[in-house]
């Protein structure tokens, strides 16, 4: 038999080398994309469980508040033939979206404080961002329509329901949900885009765009920019319309000569004057909150007012300033009783 040769390894110089790592061991492991299978939490509020079964009381209760009293404005709206008006044509729809608005985010919210559990699924934050966007935007563009048909009513009387046609207030209510869709699916297809490395903790109690933003691995200068540009859409648009409308009904009521006159003028546009100065108030109390403050949680706790109190307080505010509203409603309560 011949003796067995040994071949050299290359780079031995006994001939002789140990196994060197593979290739694929000596490369770097990367960011796994967990996109689509990440698991994403609510930090919601509190950690304290005993804290958790008083918000879950208290915000069940708000919400039930938020339900019936909208649910009533809308019920008083259909029942009277003297409410078949323009303006509470636009006071029924913003009922509605105060109700979809508020079940965007609460009813999930109540579900993780009563089972103290934090997740969501992906599928589920990707909904609620849209939802969000959609009865948000909503509810800014009502509120500018709404603004716009106050100062038809007080600076051109004789012709208010000759302009306020039945044809050009469903037009507007049907501009204002097309809007808002259209922002809506950009929001649902600007966070589809991003991409996740790992589990995800929201400081929040619901999915928030700008939040899933500061969360993603990817890229995301250009949906910053989106963001911002989306604001100007479907908030500073609308309030400049509604600052606008506002300014010509002061300089109009200033004009009327007798005081009575102007009480009228002005007790007409209180009730969707305090309903802005709400939505919007808050609103920019939340951003200014969270743009000064470090803490995400204190934000969180912020946005409770607008995506919260505010749906609540709405009806409210229409039902006591409102002397239509008032005796509807206290005719069907008679009736019940």
């Not at 913003?94 to 103290?116: C, E, G, R, W």
């Not at 997740?119 to 934050?125: Q, R």
Request: glycine share 6%.
């Amino acid at each position: 038999m011949e003796p067995e040769t040994s071949v050299p390894m290359q780079g031995s110089s006994s001939g002789f080398s140990l196994p060197g790592p593979t290739a694929a061991e000596t490369e770097q492991p990367l960011p796994q994309n967990r996109t689509g299978d990440s698991e994403f939490f609510l930090l919601g509020l509190s950690d304290d469980p005993e804290l958790q079964t008083l918000l879950f009381g208290l915000f069940l209760a708000m919400y039930l508040v938020t339900m019936l009293g909208n649910l009533l404005i809308n019920l008083a709206i259909i029942s009277d033939s003297h409410l078949h008006t323009p303006m509470y044509f636009f006071l029924s729809n913003l009922s509605l979206a105060d109700i979809s608005f508020s079940s965007t985010t609460v009813p999930k919210m109540l579900v993780n404080l009563q089972t103290y559990s934090k997740s969501i699924t992906y599928a589920g934050c990707l909904t609620q961002v849209t939802f969000f966007s959609l009865f948000a935007s909503l509810e800014s563009l009502l509120l500018a329509v709404m603004a716009y048909d106050r100062l038809v009513a007080i600076c051109q009387p004789l012709h208010y329901l000759v302009i306020m046609n039945p044809r050009l207030c469903g037009l507007c209510v049907l501009l204002s949900f097309f809007i808002s869709l259209l922002v809506s699916q950009l929001h649902y297809l600007m966070v589809s885009q991003l991409t996740f490395c790992a589990d995800v903790e929201i400081p929040h109690f619901f999915c928030d765009a700008s939040q899933l933003l500061n969360l993603a691995c990817s890229d995301t200068s250009i949906n910053n920019i989106l963001i911002y540009f989306f604001g100007v859409i479907i908030g500073v648009v609308p309030l400049s319309g509604i600052l606008f409308s506002y300014t010509r009904i002061v300089s109009s009521i200033l004009r009327v000569p007798s005081s009575g006159g102007k009480y009228k003028a002005f007790s007409t546009c209180g009730s969707h004057l305090s309903v802005v100065c709400l939505f919007y108030g808050t609103g920019l109390g939340v951003y200014l909150r969270s743009t000064v403050s470090s803490s995400l949680r204190k934000g969180a706790v912020a946005s409770v007012m607008y995506t919260v109190v505010t749906p609540m307080l709405n009806p409210f505010v229409y039902s006591m300033r409102n002397r239509d509203i008032k005796s509807v409603l206290w005719r069907m309560t008679r009736r019940i009783a």
